[in-house]
């Protein structure tokens, strides 16, 4: 029997936490800007590919072991930014205290290691999920360990794409951001009669980025919401209340106050769903990792790929976390009895939305997983259930709804991650205990920084301003508050439900009817709530990618399309970060100097990166061609 490859290494664990630390920054600024965070993987992998053959001794596993730390820096960050903004937009915290951001995010992050590792047998092994990033990352980390030189020349050229793109997006966002040359946004509104028509598109390559990683369904599906929102929603709206003042701050402001709701209806019914559909999925999954502990126990021997953290190790370790979950409660309510009965509901909802964001990601991949319906669901049952007990107008009612949904929010998101990168090793043959260790480091480097991102970019943009408008904070906020002010706007979660309601049904009809088009109730509702200006480019994006495989994209080329993405995405967040670290460290918010007057070159460029990607995707066919 031939020995095992070495995993865990120190040169892979000081790569994995440090590439964890980046990319959790990074999609920190995406998710806060643009409201949708995209998996690393398929980069990190790349880039530890690209840096780990520098050295004289190393392999596939290691690589994979590395991809699977830094993804987990970036799955954090979503569950982070989607919840932990809102205790600040409310009013309860004055600043982010570093130590409760480190403390929720890395509790939560284990809870979600933690509560699907008993799920990986039965979701990835015997229900065999398709996993569609895990299975693109694995192939990636096949083709670069080849041993011939044409591998070793694509994974040089690989990370030469990735640097070029990141190196273009950062001069576009300092160009943008930092010396305002351009406006960051083409937009505008017009007005027949008294119904208000908005419209828009955000410079940007990270959200074309995005939208070229989802893909042709997912992006028109969100782009959908937009259309639901700002050409019906908001004109039938005006048309019935009338509006006042300038069109597009008329539209702005009915968007940001009534017609979002409509998404948080939406989201909810489209929450309830997935628990819904999945259960019995998950209970026998349960069920199946639970005879493999049995079999175990009998003196079965499993073989190494097969080798979990042991069961029983799992159950101690969710049991002690909750001591940590149950004084993060305590300090913000009032009594010790319902600090308890919320630490019990949080281990619920987070054990069960955990297993639904694994199986999500088994289906739609991590980019496409919907955590911030199950959230918004969350968020608002543990606000109802504080409102009987504690009664209204209670500010720390809300900051424990969104306590409560900040926890589960960091699980389900690590939870998918979890799954998907356990089916990459699954493919190249890892040990996934050593995966769920890795895991387990990524989640606590990333929690050491994220406090800290959060602090320099709020001091430079204000989180939940136009700049960094924190969607998903915004909108966890807004549900917590108006339960406990009673100013939520029922009657537009009442029309957004029987839309999400409507959706599923024109899903089951696609599914029965064998399409692969299909209608995720969860990507319409993010549309519905995110302003147009931002869909808009995440639609060119996935259209930019149809357009590709219309020109006959091979899997080369849309692997290097993806390095384009993955690039773009990462560049323009880390000058972001960059651009906000002088305002952050001087307390100036004009540190920068500005140059106006060349607004024509943002639009000019975005044209170009459009063409880049364009060229990128039919690069392979027209070599062939010309050979």
């Not at 509790?107 to 979600?112: D, H, K, P, S």
């Not at 828009?200 to 782009?223: C, E, K, M, Q």
């Not at 509702?525 to 259209?543: K, Q, R």
């Amino acid at each position: 029997m031939s020995k095992p490859l070495p995993e865990i290494t120190l040169k892979a664990v000081i790569l994995g936490a440090l590439l964890s630390m980046v990319l959790a920054g990074a999609n920190a600024y995406l998710g806060l800007f643009a409201g949708m965070t995209a998996s690393a993987s398929i980069p990190a992998a790349v880039i530890s590919m690209g840096i780990l053959s520098m050295f004289k001794k190393h392999n596939i596993l290691e690589d994979n072991i590395v991809q699977t730390a830094a993804s987990a820096g970036e799955s954090l960050a979503a569950g982070v930014i989607f919840t932990i903004p809102a205790l600040l937009l409310m009013g309860y915290w004055e600043t982010f205290n570093y130590l409760e951001v480190a403390k929720i995010a890395g509790v939560g992050g284990l809870i979600g290691v933690l509560f699907t590792i008993p799920l990986r047998r039965a979701l990835i092994v015997e229900a065999k999920l398709t996993y569609p990033e895990g299975v693109a990352t694995a192939a990636v980390l096949q083709a670069g360990h080849v041993g011939d030189n044409t591998s070793a020349e694509e994974i040089q050229g690989g990370l030469k794409l990735l640097t070029l793109s990141s190196l273009a997006s950062a001069f576009m966002k300092l160009g943008q951001q930092g010396f305002a040359l351009w406006n960051s946004a083409l937009e505008g509104a017009t007005h027949l009669g008294k119904s208000v028509f908005g419209f828009g598109s955000d410079l940007s390559p990270a959200l074309i980025s995005v939208g070229y990683i989802v893909g042709r369904n997912i992006s028109i599906l969100v782009f959908s919401g937009g259309i639901i929102s700002w050409f019906f929603a908001i004109p039938i709206y005006t048309a019935i209340h009338g509006f006042e003042g300038d069109a597009l701050e008329a539209a702005n402001t009915i968007w940001d106050t009534e017609i979002r709701y409509l998404g948080v209806g939406a989201m909810v019914v489209g929450g309830i769903w997935s628990l819904i559909k999945l259960f019995k999925p998950l209970m026998e999954g349960i069920k199946a990792s639970l005879r493999a502990y049995s079999a175990t126990q009998n003196g079965e021997i499993l073989k190494r790929e097969e080798q979990d953290i042991p069961i029983k190790y799992v159950g101690i370790a969710l049991l002690v976390l909750m001591i940590p979950v149950f004084f993060i409660y305590n300090d913000i309510l009032p009594t010790m009895q319902l600090a308890v009965l919320m630490t019990i509901i949080m281990m619920v909802f987070g054990f069960f939305f955990s297993a639904v964001a694994g199986y999500m990601a088994g289906v739609v991949g991590s980019s496409n997983n919907p955590i911030s319906g199950v959230t918004v669901a969350t968020v608002l049952f543990a606000s109802l259930l504080l409102l009987a007990i504690l009664g209204s107008g209670s500010l720390q009612g809300a900051a424990a709804a969104i306590m409560v949904g900040a926890v589960v929010c960091n699980a389900a998101a690590i939870g998918g991650d979890n799954l998907q990168d356990l089916k990459t090793g699954h493919i190249v043959g890892a040990t996934p205990w050593k995966q769920q260790v890795m895991q387990i480091i990524g989640v606590l480097s990333a929690a050491i920084v994220l406090g800290l991102v959060l602090d320099i970019l709020h001091t430079a943009y204000t989180i939940g301003s136009p700049v960094l408008s924190a969607p998903q904070a915004t909108l966890m906020k807004a549900v917590a508050e108006g339960v406990f002010q009673g100013n939520l706007p029922w009657n537009m979660v009442i029309i957004g439900a029987i839309i999400g309601v409507i959706i599923i049904a024109l899903d089951i009809r696609q599914e029965n009817r064998g399409s692969d088009f299909r209608i995720p109730v969860l990507a319409v509702a993010v549309g519905i709530y995110l302003p147009i200006s931002l869909t808009t480019p995440i639609f060119i994006g996935g259209m930019l990618a149809h357009l590709g495989d219309k020109m006959g994209a091979t899997d080369s080329t849309r692997k290097k399309g993806l390095l384009l993405a993955a690039g773009m995405i990462t560049g323009e967040a880390i000058m972001g970060i960059l651009v906000a670290l002088p305002i952050f460290l001087t307390a100036d918010k004009d540190w920068w100097p500005t140059f106006r007057g060349f607004g024509w070159l943002g639009p000019i460029l975005i044209v170009a990166i459009m063409i880049w990607f364009l060229t990128t995707l039919k690069s392979d066919r027209t070599q062939a061609g010309e050979n």
